[in-house]
C-alpha cells in the first residue's frame, strides 16, 4: 500500500499595506526554508481605501509573488466586524473553538445576505482593479455563515474553513463540501501567557498531522525568538512534505497564463494605453 503524499500548505493571513513589510520578510524567511509555494490572505480594504492607491509595492509583490507560484486569497473585506447588535441566532453560525476566537475578527457574522454580498463583491472589485486575482477566500477567524458560503462558492474557485476546503460548485447554503481536513496549527499573538504556551503546542500539533499540514502565520508571529524556534522546528521537521497552496488543495491547481496576473510592465502598459 503507498504511503499518501507528504505535503504542507502554508498561508499567511492579514496582508495589507499596515503589515506588507512584515509579511514580505516571512515570505523571505519561509522560502529560505523550502516553502516554494504559499498561499496569501489578502484583506481588499481594511481601511476602506483602494489597496492600489495606499502602497503600490505591495501590489506589485503580490503579482510577482503569484508569477512565482503564490496563491492570492481574500481575506475578507475590512477584516473587522461592523459595529452592530449580534442577535443570538446569529452567533450559532460561529462554531470555533472558544481559543480560535477574537474579539472583532468574525467580521461577517451577524451581516444579512445583502450585507454579505455588498461586502465580499466590493473587496473582489478592489483586488480585479489593483491587477490582482484572487483564486480563493478565507474569512477573517474562518467565521462562516450560510450567506458567506453561498457568496463565494459563487465567486471564487475555492474556499478554506477550519476543517474543510469548498470548491466552486458547493453551493448549498450551510455546507462546506469537501473532504474534512485536521485544522491549521497557529500561533496565538495575545496575552504573556499565551504567548509562552504556544510554541510547544504548535510543536506537539504538527506531530498530530497526517498527510497534510496545515500552517498558519499572522505578522504578529514572529515576535519572540521562543515563536521564531517553534516555527523552524515544524518546518525542519517538515522538511521532506511538499509545499502546495490552497489552489492545489481545492484542485483548481495553479492559475493558467489567463488567469494569473500581468507582470508590471504590462500593468504600466495598459495604463498607458487608457491614459491615451
Not at 509579511?23 to 504559499?38: N, S
Not at 453560525?93 to 451577524?110: I, K, N, Q, S, T
Given at each position: 500500500m503507498s504511503r499518501a503524499p507528504q505535503r504542507i500548505a502554508v498561508a499567511i493571513h492579514a496582508v495589507e499595506p499596515a503589515t506588507f513589510e512584515r509579511?514580505?520578510?516571512?515570505?523571505?524567511?519561509?522560502?529560505?526554508?523550502?516553502?516554494?509555494?504559499?498561499t496569501l490572505l489578502v484583506?481588499?480594504?481594511?481601511?476602506?481605501?483602494?489597496?492600489?492607491?495606499?502602497?503600490?509595492?505591495?501590489?506589485?509583490?503580490?503579482?510577482?509573488?503569484?508569477?512565482?507560484?503564490?496563491?492570492?486569497?481574500?481575506?475578507?473585506?475590512q477584516h473587522v466586524r461592523p459595529?452592530?447588535?449580534?442577535?443570538?441566532?446569529?452567533?450559532?453560525?460561529?462554531?470555533?473553538?472558544?481559543?480560535?476566537?477574537?474579539?472583532?475578527?468574525?467580521?461577517?457574522?451577524?451581516?444579512?445576505?445583502?450585507?454579505?454580498?455588498?461586502?465580499?463583491?466590493?473587496?473582489?472589485?478592489l483586488l480585479k482593479l489593483a491587477g490582482i486575482e484572487p483564486g480563493g477566500f478565507v474569512a477573517p477567524a474562518y467565521a462562516y455563515t450560510p450567506a458567506l458560503r453561498d457568496t463565494v462558492s459563487r465567486r471564487f474557485r475555492w474556499w478554506a474553513e477550519l476543517l474543510r476546503v469548498g470548491m466552486a460548485g458547493d453551493r448549498e447554503a450551510g455546507s462546506a463540501g469537501g473532504d474534512l481536513l485536521f485544522p491549521p496549527i497557529a500561533l496565538g499573538g495575545a496575552g504573556t501567557v499565551r504567548r509562552a504556551l504556544t510554541p510547544p503546542a504548535v510543536r506537539v500539533g504538527s506531530l498530530m498531522m497526517g498527510s497534510l499540514l496545515r500552517l498558519d502565520l499572522h505578522p504578529r508571529n514572529l515576535e519572540t525568538t521562543r515563536q521564531v524556534r517553534a516555527l523552524e522546528w515544524v518546518l525542519r521537521r517538515s522538511a521532506e512534505r511538499t509545499a502546495v497552496t490552497y489552489d492545489e488543495l481545492a484542485g483548481a491547481g495553479p492559475a493558467?497564463?489567463?488567469?494569473?496576473?500581468?507582470?508590471?510592465e504590462q500593468l504600466e502598459a495598459a495604463q498607458r494605453a487608457r491614459a491615451a
Open positions: 509579511c514580505a520578510l516571512i515570505r523571505d524567511w519561509l522560502e529560505d526554508h523550502g516553502v516554494d509555494r504559499a484583506i481588499p480594504a481594511r481601511d476602506l481605501h483602494p489597496l492600489a492607491a495606499r502602497s503600490p509595492e505591495m501590489v506589485e509583490w503580490l503579482i510577482e509573488r503569484a508569477r512565482r507560484g503564490d496563491a492570492i486569497a481574500q481575506h475578507g473585506f459595529q452592530r447588535r449580534v442577535h443570538r441566532g446569529e452567533l450559532l453560525a460561529d462554531l470555533r473553538p472558544r481559543h480560535l476566537r477574537r474579539r472583532g475578527d468574525a467580521e461577517f457574522v451577524g451581516l444579512d445576505a445583502a450585507e454579505t454580498r455588498r461586502a465580499v463583491e466590493s473587496g473582489w472589485r493558467t497564463a489567463a488567469e494569473r496576473p500581468p507582470a508590471p
